[in-house]
Nanobody, 120 residues
Framework: QVELVESGGGLVQPGGSLTLSCAAS????????LGWYRQAPEKERELVAT???????NYADSVKGRFTISRDYIPNTVYLQMNNLKPEDTAVYYC??????????????WGQGTHVTVSS
């Protein structure tokens, strides 16, 4: 079982910054991709940014130039640095991890979510 624990959400004023962290633990053989998704009230969950095992990175157009995704390998942690935050960034942010567990079974795990509120 793979567990993801997120931290770093909160309330910030427009133009401010926050950094989200997500630590992956459990029986992990390989992590193919780590990413961040978000879901605003009454909206579908959407991709924010992903980083794969080869270092390839993908961002949603709405966050390009403002958000940066990065990862550490020991321990398995993914970060989302968010700058110049806007009210439309307000959402619950979810960490996602995909890979193979110790039994070589594919997993696709989600964190519990962390709230980000951008408001003056």
């Amino acid at each position: 079982q793979v567990e993801l624990v997120e931290s770093g959400g909160g309330l910030v004023q427009p133009g401010g910054s926050l950094t989200l962290s997500c630590a992956a633990s459990g029986s992990i053989f390989a992590l193919n991709a780590l990413g961040w998704y978000r879901q605003a009230p009454e909206k579908e969950r959407e991709l924010v940014a992903t980083i794969n095992s080869g270092g390839g990175i993908n961002y949603a157009d709405s966050v390009k130039g403002r958000f940066t995704i990065s990862r550490d390998y020991i321990p398995n942690t993914v970060y989302l640095q968010m700058n110049n935050l806007k009210p439309e960034d307000t959402a619950v942010y979810y960490c996602n991890a995909r890979g193979y567990d110790a039994t070589r079974t594919v997993f696709d795990s989600w964190g519990q979510g962390t709230h980000v509120t951008v408001s003056s």
